[in-house]
């Protein structure tokens, strides 16, 4: 059986994407990288995919009359791409409820915060103001609502007493470009089962 599709959403310079690419290349993130969609026509991630040899798929909304025109070809893209799973990674835009709803259990985002500390946009300048002593980055699956889906994998960080939301995300990012490639892994392998809000990670198969 040939390995799991995978499809890539990102919208500016993709470094979440090439750590995803290197570890698929490394081989440690078993998955056939099939698509990179993108919202924006002059993301560093389109020659990320280039270099990589991945199709890249744009969608931009200027193109299109309304959200929800946008939104229709962005499902038909992703649906088109014959991906199994798709993950959001510095996609900067949110998934429409039906995007969601066609593709339920499908999709995964990466964030940088410890959710559900700190959801949305600016989270590392939020944990800075609000004077956290730990920050990180959260794996999670999409829902409707954002940054709201059951948790799969999070790392922690520490917030140093110089940082400011540049030092801190760049640290943050760090440990982003190791548990994404490790979150794709353990799905691709069926090793991901949600119960509630919780989501347990299965031992390995045996035999």
Do not use: K, W
Request: charged fraction near 20%; aromatic fraction near 4%.
């Amino acid at each position: 059986m040939g390995m799991m599709r995978c499809a890539v959403l990102a919208s500016g310079r993709g470094s979440d994407f090439q750590a995803v690419c290197d570890a698929v290349a490394l081989g440690t993130c078993p998955v056939d990288l099939v698509r990179l969609i993108t919202d924006n026509p002059s993301a560093q991630a389109i020659e990320r995919a280039e270099r990589a040899g991945v199709l890249v798929t744009v969608v931009d909304p200027a193109s299109y009359p309304d959200r929800a025109a946008h939104d229709a070809a962005l499902t038909m893209a992703m649906v088109d791409s014959g991906a199994e799973l798709f993950v959001l990674a510095g996609y900067m835009r949110l998934l429409s409820p039906e995007t969601v709803r066609t593709f339920a259990g499908r999709v995964i985002n990466i964030h940088p915060a410890l959710l559900p500390a700190f959801p949305g946009l600016r989270a590392p300048a939020q944990a800075i103001e609000h004077g956290v002593r730990v920050s990180g980055c959260t794996v999670h699956f999409v829902n409707e609502e954002m940054d709201n889906g059951p948790i799969i994998l999070q790392s922690c960080v520490p917030v140093l007493d110089d940082d400011d939301p540049g030092t801190l995300a760049a640290r943050i990012l760090d440990e982003e470009h190791r548990i994404l490639p490790e979150a794709i892994r353990l799905f691709a392998e069926g090793r991901l089962a949600c119960d509630g809000r919780r989501v347990r990670i299965l031992p390995p198969a045996t035999g």
